[in-house]
């Protein structure tokens, strides 16, 4: 069996800490044998900045980069490459004019990003995807490959962006959104759910026998997916309507009332 968790919204508390019973549902299943996998939209800093809650392996970046924690090696890393970013960057502005774009590059310990985006995402965002800022131009953005996008507008809010983001003419692209105030642009085809039938593929675990909990519009593909999927007490409406069952919130603790109720069972 493997259990594939979302991060914020799902495993995480709202002020992004873990809590007790949340680590304790997560050390018994390891202990029962049990693959918890994290599968976050976050790049690999926002998830080494939690410390060695999970051990095994992990799905970053929405599923384009696989990290084996045990030994620090990256699986796989998809990426857009330079003309694709480019096509999308100048539909998206075309679209919505002053949108402010950031790139996840390379191993992700980079960001190359436009001035403006710094002042729009607020501190608490940032904090839990740490990575180096390298202020840049828009030519200059657009001249290397990339992992991902992030998009922020000083205006318009989030949810508009992604909406009409979703709507655009952009081969190669994947529009999603955590719920923050950043969406997101990754590979075409590239989700949590490709992410994790890859790193099904590698612990030679059946669909049938995965467990996935999320809360966002980038969990969709990977609750769709799954064997069995939950979406948490607040989840985002797209998130509801494709999930199997609910779970309570993360404020509640929902991550563990489900693993708890699953090894209870085996």
Known sequence: MLIATDLDGTFLRPDATVSARNLAALEAAEAAGVHVVPVTGRAIG????????????????????????????????????????????????????????????????????????????????????????????????CSTEAVKLMIVHPSVPAAEVYERSRLLDAPGVHSTWAGFTVTEAGPAGVTKASGLEHIC?????????????????????????AGTSYAMGGAKPEAVAV??????????????????KILASR
Request: proline share 4%; glycine share 8%.
């Open 46 to 141: 926002g998830l080494r900045i939690l410390g060695p809650v999970f051990r095994q392996y992990a799905l970053v970046s929405n599923g384009a980069v696989g990290v084996d924690l045990s030994t620090g090696a990256t699986l796989f890393t998809k990426t857009m490459s330079a003309s694709t970013v480019r096509a999308y960057v100048d539909r998206l502005t075309a679209e919505i004019p002053g949108t402010v774009f950031c790139a996840e590059i390379g191993d992700s310990s980079v960001f190359l990003v436009e001035d403006g985006y710094d002042d729009i995402v607020p501190p608490f965002e940032s904090k839990n995807d740490p990575a180096e800022h390298v202020l840049v131009s828009r030519d200059e953005l």
């Open 243 to 260: 999930a199997d069952l609910r779970a309570p919130s993360c404020v509640d603790d929902g991550f563990a009332v489900v693993v708890e």
């Open 201 to 225: 593929k590698v612990l030679g675990q059946d669909r049938a026998d995965v467990v996935a909990l999320g809360d966002g519009a980038n969990d969709v593909e990977m609750l769709q997916w």
